[in-house]
């Protein structure tokens, strides 16, 4: 089945502790995007990536690490540096940038 | 700065009412606008418009846009408890390299 897989759905975390989120689609599509949400405040653009080996920051980039090697793949890292990182987390991709976005599935990372 | 804006944030109704919900925006060079549906986890998409005051359809729910106005509506008939969500608008920037969503609208529909 074609989609994107967010991993893992439900995390838990130290605070000071660096983690990573996995996202991978294998929709052959060229963009791929980074999403927090929290309540109230709809989804903002942490990272996107419009092709493999080049990202830029979106809105809220501080605190955050992406890496695109591959075109399936679109790691995020949540560093030590994010002062407020508990929230849900939602990677997208397009076709192209610009394009209908579609969702994974979400993964919720609480840091206590 | 891309700004989108819904209304109202939140709406509780009746089975069998009908909603309206509201997007307006602000973007250089417009180029669409964007709906989606949140339920549990990732949102889902519905309609995509590009043109101003052609209605896209789907079921029962409707959508239009009026680029002279800056706003989108997105209408639901005979509301059912399965349409309890928050819908989300969304606009692509300038260069059409990312989103802006608004806040959303919370739906809940009552038995």
């Known amino acids: 089945d074609g989609g994107i897989t967010q991993s893992p759905k439900y995390l838990f975390r130290k605070e000071g502790q660096n983690v990573t989120l996995s996202c991978e689609q294998n929709?052959?599509?060229?963009?791929m995007y980074w999403y927090r949400q929290d309540p109230g405040q709809g989804l903002r653009l942490i990272y996107y990536?419009?092709?493999?080996?080049?990202?830029q920051k979106g809105d809220i980039a501080e605190g955050y690490s992406v890496s695109r090697e591959k075109k399936e793949s679109f790691p995020l890292t949540v560093t030590s540096a994010q002062k407020n990182p508990t929230a849900f987390y939602l990677c997208?991709?397009?076709?192209?940038?610009?394009?209908?976005?579609?969702f994974g599935e979400g993964s919720w990372l609480t840091v206590v | 700065e891309d700004k989108v804006v819904q209304s109202p944030l939140s709406l509780v109704v009746h089975e069998g009412d009908t909603v309206t919900l509201n997007c307006s925006y602000e973007?250089?060079?417009?180029?669409?606008l964007l709906w989606y549906k949140q339920e549990k986890k990732a949102p889902t998409f519905l309609f995509m418009l590009?043109?101003?005051?052609i209605e896209k359809k789907s079921g029962r729910l409707s959508s239009i846009l009026d680029k002279k106005e800056l706003f989108s509506i997105l209408n639901i008939t005979a509301t059912q408890t399965g349409d309890s969500a928050v819908y989300l608008c969304?606009?692509?920037?300038?260069?059409?390299?990312?989103?802006?969503f608004g806040t959303g609208t919370r739906l809940t529909i009552i038995p």
């Open positions: 997208a991709s397009s076709i192209f940038s610009g394009n209908t976005i579609y």
């Open positions: 929709l052959n599509h060229d963009a």
């Open positions: 990536s419009q092709i493999v080996n080049d990202f």
């Open positions: 973007v250089t060079n417009f180029r669409s």
């Open positions: 590009t043109s101003s005051g």
């Open positions: 969304a606009v692509p920037n300038f260069g059409n390299e990312k989103l802006t």
